[in-house]
């Protein structure tokens, strides 16, 4: 039986399996197109669309005036989450088993209306007022994950904690601050999958526009259920894997 696979697809395959082989070497020139034309005798729209497959992938990166080049694929590390950092950004690890990395951030805040999706998490009306929250987070000086936090202005109006990253309880973690203000937090529910990288978030993880990113929605509440705050994390899936550590009781 022939190969059912589109001409693009085959391609792509090729190439990814000389990647994988070590056959195109990390920092290698892709074939050019009118190279990639006559190996394959295929169209220019073909190739280019094989191409832009390797680069979504994460596999390629284009490099203005001089081609498509191999991109080095290895893993940075893990993003530790245990019971102690569940509140806080994912703590980097540089290499399993190294020691943890520098964390840098960057973070503004603005008052808005929530969003139907946003709403649902927090147990809110569409359009009620929130804080948000926008962070860039930087792991030993390499962009390590974005995020972006919503909590209800209900619940920190008029008090110390309304700014996550302001006052006397700044980059406490949500714990901490909610505590603060009389609101026990005592567990957060996390929903992990992946989507391709918009262009905003690929400029800022220095990835292509299209590549796999892992997306965490994560939702801190209090015992009777109430949710406090909520945000939507984003990493690369291909440098970064999640590490969990779970303890289980004796």
């Known amino acids: 039986m022939g190969d059912s696979r589109p001409v693009y697809q085959r391609i792509a395959d090729d190439l990814r399996r000389q990647i994988d082989e070590g056959l195109l070497a990390v920092g290698a020139r892709i074939p050019s197109?009118?190279?990639?034309?006559?190996?394959y005798a295929a169209s220019d729209q073909t190739v280019d669309r094989a191409v832009r497959v390797l680069k979504a992938a994460g596999y390629a990166e284009g490099q203005f005036g001089r081609g498509v080049f191999v991109t080095d694929r290895r893993p940075l590390g893990n993003l530790l989450r245990t019971g102690e950092t569940v509140d806080s950004p994912f703590a980097a690890r540089i290499?399993?088993?190294?020691?943890?990395?520098?964390?840098?951030?960057?973070?503004?805040s603005a008052t808005t209306a929530a969003p139907p999706r946003i709403a649902e998490r927090l147990g809110i009306a569409v359009g009620d007022r929130v804080m948000c929250t926008q962070y860039e987070y930087l792991a030993d000086r390499r962009p390590l994950q974005l995020a972006t936090s919503w909590e209800p202005l209900a619940l920190t109006e008029g008090t110390e904690v309304v700014f996550p990253e302001r006052g006397p309880y700044a980059?406490?973690?949500v714990r901490?601050?909610?505590?603060?203000?009389?609101?026990?937090?005592?567990?957060a529910t996390e929903l992990v999958g992946s989507r391709p990288a918009t262009t905003l978030e690929s400029e800022a993880l220095g990835c292509s526009p299209g590549q796999c990113v892992t997306v965490?929605?994560?939702?801190?509440?209090?015992?009777?259920?109430?949710?406090?705050?909520?945000?939507?994390?984003?990493?690369?899936?291909?440098?970064?894997?999640l590490e969990y550590r779970i303890a289980f009781a004796d």
């Open 33 to 39: 197109r009118s190279e990639l034309k006559r190996a």
């Open 95 to 108: 290499d399993a088993g190294a020691a943890t990395a520098s964390l840098l951030w960057e973070a503004t």
């Open 171 to 173: 980059r406490r973690g």
């Open 176 to 187: 901490e601050r909610f505590a603060a203000i009389g609101m026990r937090v005592t567990g």
């Open 216 to 241: 965490i929605e994560r939702t801190h509440h209090t015992a009777d259920g109430r949710a406090v705050e909520t945000s939507d994390i984003v990493v690369r899936a291909d440098r970064w894997r």
